[in-house]
């Protein structure tokens, strides 16, 4: 069973920038790879995935100031996220996926313990 390490989460102000990493156990070449995120009080949410193929989907929350990337040799995946906001603030977690017939990112049941991100002045 493959284990999911995220890191690269802390505190910055608004405005600022933030790259998080998720780091597989084992090879993810085959897998589409996703990034969530759940504030408190509030249901997780997709932020950003990445298929094997590299397409890439971006919540419209955070587009503009966010990307996602993968690096198959290394077995990461990576968030950048740029203009961080307060409502940003939130666990952000890592999740293996594939993809569907029709190309939606369906989340397997692997995920990451979590990195905090915390966005305050």
């Known amino acids: 069973q493959v284990q999911l390490v995220e890191s690269g989460g802390g505190s910055v102000q608004p405005g600022g920038s933030l790259r998080l990493s998720c780091v597989a156990s084992?090879?993810?070449?085959?897998?589409?790879m996703g990034w969530f995120r759940q504030a408190p009080g509030k249901q997780r949410e997709v932020v950003a995935t990445?298929?094997?193929?590299?397409?890439?989907k971006i919540a419209d929350s955070v587009k503009g100031r966010t990307s996602i990337s993968r690096d198959n040799n290394k077995n990461t995946v990576y968030l950048e996220m740029n203009d961080l906001k307060p409502e940003d603030t939130a666990v952000y977690y890592c999740?293996?996926?594939?993809?569907?017939?029709?190309?939606?990112?369906?989340?397997?049941?692997?995920w990451g313990k979590g990195t905090q991100v915390t966005v305050s002045s």
């Open positions: 999740n293996q996926g594939t993809v569907t017939n029709t190309g939606n990112y369906y989340e397997l049941d692997y």
């Open positions: 084992e090879s993810i070449a085959r897998y589409a």
């Open positions: 990445i298929t094997y193929s590299g397409s890439i």
